[in-house]
């Protein structure tokens, strides 16, 4: 049983993104003549393990259920969608920070709006479990060849939210909701804990000169553009769009969630690990055919997160953060915070 951390530390390393372009080098394959109601099934049918005819019409189905909002590239542009979308988690979140004490950002909010959130864009039957069901199935996406049966009775329940259909489509969105639950959780992690330890969100000098260390996938971004810092946001509204896109942006070059992908060649042999890290956060999204489609919806619903953690002008209560022992992602183990 072969898990995808298990991969990536016998991957050789050091491998040029060039790979993610190039048509003799793919996705690691899985079996596909796999049973429903099992986690091989949902990996045999989508389009994070697929190649050829396969991953393009599987990529499309996802294309599809994201809607327009997928083709965009940037934060904050014209589609109602985006903005639907950062609203809506940004109203979530406020609920969810506003609970009085201290709250746990990452299993609380981090972990929960993402979620509940895309799965209403999504179509799917939202409940309280939804969010805890999608962590089940993506802590076992990875899992080659390993039986979890608690993942698997989660992705039942999710399908059924879906209309109960075991095809590509019902796949399709169950796969961008596990594709983007660690990440995004990490996005929005790694942003918050730079905005309530560093300096104001402002326009930054450029790419630092080390990144800190990255994450990887074939999920969710492109970075967003600097802007001008605007003063300390009226609690009872949202804090200008500017605040939130910078810390999405200087997150994305400087400590972003995904660190890496595998890819093998296509003739068949051992997987390679290609890095995700740039200076300029370029590749946080991945590049090539399996580059993220849901980029633009990470940004948004990250950003929305954010605007409220800002609105409220969240504090950490602790400094110190520890991440969670994945070689694939960087994300949060924990960020506990209480508000003014």
Same mark, same amino acid.
């Given at each position: 049983?072969?898990?995808?951390?298990?991969?990536?530390?016998?991957?050789?390393?050091?491998?040029?993104?060039?790979?993610?372009?190039?048509?003799?080098?793919?996705?690691?394959?899985?079996?596909?003549?796999?049973?429903?109601?099992?986690?091989?099934?949902?990996?045999?049918?989508?389009?994070?393990?697929?190649?050829?005819?396969?991953?393009?019409?599987?990529? !499309?189905? +996802? *294309?599809?259920?994201?809607?327009?909002?997928? $083709?965009?590239? &940037?934060?904050? %542009?014209?589609?109602? /969608? #985006?903005?639907?979308?950062?609203?809506?988690?940004?109203?979530?979140?406020?609920?969810?920070?506003?609970?009085?004490?201290?709250?746990?950002?990452?299993?609380?909010?981090?972990?929960?709006?993402?979620?509940?959130?895309?799965?209403?864009?999504?179509?799917?039957?939202?409940?309280?479990?939804?969010?805890?069901?999608?962590?089940?199935?993506?802590?076992?996406?990875?899992?080659?060849?390993?039986?979890?049966?608690?993942?698997?009775?989660?992705?039942?329940?999710?399908?059924?939210?879906?209309?109960?259909?075991?095809?590509? !489509?019902? +796949? *399709?969105?169950?796969?961008?909701?596990?594709? $983007?639950?660690? &990440?995004?959780? %990490?996005?929005?992690? /790694? #942003?918050?804990?730079?905005?309530?330890?560093?300096?104001?969100?402002?326009?930054?000098?450029?790419?630092?000169?080390a990144p800190v260390v990255a994450p990887t996938t074939d999920s969710v971004a492109d970075p967003a553009p600097d802007s001008v810092a605007n003063p300390a946001p009226d609690p009872l509204t949202a804090p200008a769009a500017d605040l939130a896109a910078d810390l999405l942006a200087r997150t994305l070059r400087t400590d972003p969630p995904v660190r890496g992908t595998l890819r093998a060649p296509v003739d068949g042999g051992e997987p390679v690990r290609v890095?995700?890290?740039?200076?300029?956060?370029?590749?946080?999204?991945?590049?090539? $055919?399996?580059?993220?489609?849901?980029?633009?919806?990470?940004? #948004?619903?990250?950003?929305?997160?954010?605007?409220?953690?800002?609105?409220?002008?969240?504090?950490?209560?602790?400094?110190?953060?520890?991440?969670?022992?994945?070689?694939?992602?960087?994300?949060?183990?924990?960020?506990?915070?209480?508000?003014?």
């Amino acid at each position: 049983m072969r898990t995808l951390d298990d991969m990536e530390d016998s991957a050789r390393v050091g491998v040029g993104p060039d790979l993610l372009t190039d048509p003799g080098w793919v996705v690691p394959p899985v079996p596909e003549d796999v049973p429903e109601g099992t986690m091989a099934w949902l990996r045999a049918r989508v389009a994070r393990f697929s190649s050829g005819g396969a991953h393009v019409r599987r990529r !499309a189905l +996802a *294309a599809e259920a994201l809607g327009s909002l997928g $083709a965009l590239g &940037a934060l904050g %542009g014209p589609d109602v /969608n #985006a903005e639907a979308l950062r609203d809506t988690a940004r109203i979530r979140a406020r609920e969810l920070l506003s609970a009085p004490g201290t709250v746990e950002v990452m299993t609380r909010v981090a972990r929960v709006v993402p979620a509940e959130v895309l799965a209403t864009s999504l179509g799917l039957r939202v409940t309280a479990d939804t969010a805890a069901l999608v962590g089940d199935v993506a802590g076992a996406y990875h899992a080659h060849g390993e039986t979890v049966p608690a993942a698997d009775r989660a992705l039942t329940r999710l399908v059924a939210d879906c209309g109960g259909t075991w095809d590509e !489509a019902t +796949a *399709a969105r169950i796969g961008l909701l596990v594709q $983007a639950y660690d &990440a995004t959780a %990490g996005l929005i992690g /790694n #942003a918050a804990y730079l905005a309530l330890t560093g300096p104001a969100p402002g326009p930054s000098p450029g790419p630092p000169e080390a990144p800190v260390v990255a994450p990887t996938t074939d999920s969710v971004a492109d970075p967003a553009p600097d802007s001008v810092a605007n003063p300390a946001p009226d609690p009872l509204t949202a804090p200008a769009a500017d605040l939130a896109a910078d810390l999405l942006a200087r997150t994305l070059r400087t400590d972003p969630p995904v660190r890496g992908t595998l890819r093998a060649p296509v003739d068949g042999g051992e997987p390679v690990r290609v890095g995700l890290v740039t200076p300029d956060g370029s590749l946080a999204f991945g590049a090539g $055919a399996h580059a993220c489609p849901g980029h633009a919806h990470a940004r #948004a619903l990250a950003a929305g997160v954010l605007d409220a953690l800002l609105a409220l002008g969240c504090r950490l209560v602790r400094p110190g953060i520890a991440y969670e022992p994945s070689v694939n992602l960087r994300v949060p183990v924990a960020l506990e915070v209480t508000w003014a």
